[in-house]
């Protein structure tokens, strides 16, 4: 059974620093990878989507990387800004089952 | 349309109520997922379609729950006989095949 895990669960920070969101799955028979950020009583927005054979995605000041073999993806955000705190989820697509399988979340905080 | 459109936005239900939930695919997509989030980020998989046939139906109660995905019609999910356990928000995704998923902004259903 495929389990995704997100480290940190949390993470406060203040403005202009770069910093690393990581995500793990036990799985490696996936499609591909997706990162989302959700604010708050909202819904989903997809940030980056990564196919299983590539290793990074970029938009603007996103970067996520994936190792397939590993189980590991990160999401990079550099110089980071307040706007972009939310929660940040890691979502697999499985190769099998063509199932969603989402992250537990990392709760980002960016401080003036 | 190019997003994932949900409907109502917010819905009440009395114990032992129906209710009615609808998502309209972004056009051209073939697959389509429904998601229910209790608790924080935790997102239980409900129910998946291709077209209008039912893909995979493994996390649907189906003593109580139905969903449907109709030509020509917005998808919906039907609970008959709603239950306090069933207050959440319900996400409707849907994806071309095997590529990136888009999420609606979810209804948010209160039993009380």
């Known amino acids: 059974k495929q389990e995704v895990t997100q480290i940190p669960a949390a993470l406060s920070v203040p403005e202009g620093e770069n910093l690393v969101l990581n995500c793990s799955f036990t799985?490696?028979?996936?499609?591909?990878l997706q990162w989302f950020r959700q604010d708050p009583g909202k819904g989903l927005t997809s940030l980056l989507l990564?196919?299983?054979?590539?290793r990074e995605q970029t938009s603007g000041r996103l970067n996520a990387s994936l190792d397939k073999s590993s189980g590991r993806s990160t999401l990079y955000i550099a110089a980071s800004q307040p706007g972009d705190s939310a929660t940040y989820l890691c979502v697999v697509l499985m190769d099998s089952s063509y199932k969603l399988i989402f992250g537990s979340g990392t709760r980002l905080l960016v401080r003036p | 349309g190019e997003e994932v459109a949900q409907t109502p936005k917010h819905l009440v239900r009395g114990e032992g109520q129906k209710a009615k939930l609808y998502c309209a695919p972004i056009?051209?997509?073939?697959?389509v997922f429904w998601y229910q989030q209790v608790l924080k980020n935790e997102f239980k998989f409900l129910i998946s379609?291709?077209?209008?046939?039912?893909?995979?139906e493994t996390g649907m109660p189906k003593e109580r729950f139905s969903a449907k995905c109709l030509p020509n019609s917005p998808c919906s999910l039907e609970i008959q006989a709603t239950k306090l356990e069933d207050s959440a928000v319900y996400f409707c995704?849907?994806?071309?095949?095997?590529?990136?998923?888009?999420f609606g902004q979810g209804t948010r259903l209160t039993v009380v």
């Open positions: 056009k051209g997509h073939s697959y």
């Open positions: 379609f291709q077209n209008e046939n039912v893909f995979d």
């Open positions: 995704a849907s994806s071309q095949s095997f590529t990136e998923a888009f």
């Open positions: 799985d490696s028979a996936i499609y591909n």
């Open positions: 990564i196919q299983s054979s590539q």
